[in-house]
């Protein structure tokens, strides 16, 4: 099993910034990818973005050019950088980790509260 535990959401007004956190533990050998999924009241989960083991990043529309993923890989942590947030980026924002073995398992963290005011 994979734990997955984020950190560094909260308040802020809109135009600013914030940066969540996602530590992995467990059965973290073999784990292709990282990301970030969001959902907001009333609405689907989204994808946010994902990083793969070999780097490849992928983002979700709405925030190409405003938001970034990284990982430190040693640590078995991702982050994400959020920038110029808007509003409408208010959601609980919510770590997943995979691993492809023949199927694909998603592991998945608690969520992070970002509420982004006007």
């Known amino acids: 099993q994979v734990q997955l535990v984020e950190s560094g959401g909260g308040l802020v007004q809109a135009g600013g910034s914030l940066r969540l956190s996602c530590a992995a533990s467990?059965?973290?050998?073999?784990?292709?990818?990282m990301g970030w999924y969001r959902q907001a009241p009333g609405k689907q989960r989204e994808l946010v973005a994902s990083i793969t083991s070999g780097g490849s990043t992928n983002y979700g529309d709405s925030v190409k050019g405003r938001f970034t993923i990284s990982r430190d890989s040693a640590k078995n942590t991702v982050y994400l950088q959020m920038n110029s947030l808007k509003p409408e980026d208010t959601a609980v924002y919510y770590c997943?980790?995979?691993?492809?073995?023949?199927?694909?398992?998603?592991?998945w963290g608690l969520g992070t509260q970002v509420t982004v005011s006007s």
């Open positions: 997943n980790g995979w691993k492809f073995a023949f199927v694909r398992t998603d592991y």
């Open positions: 467990g059965s973290t050998r073999n784990i292709n990818g």
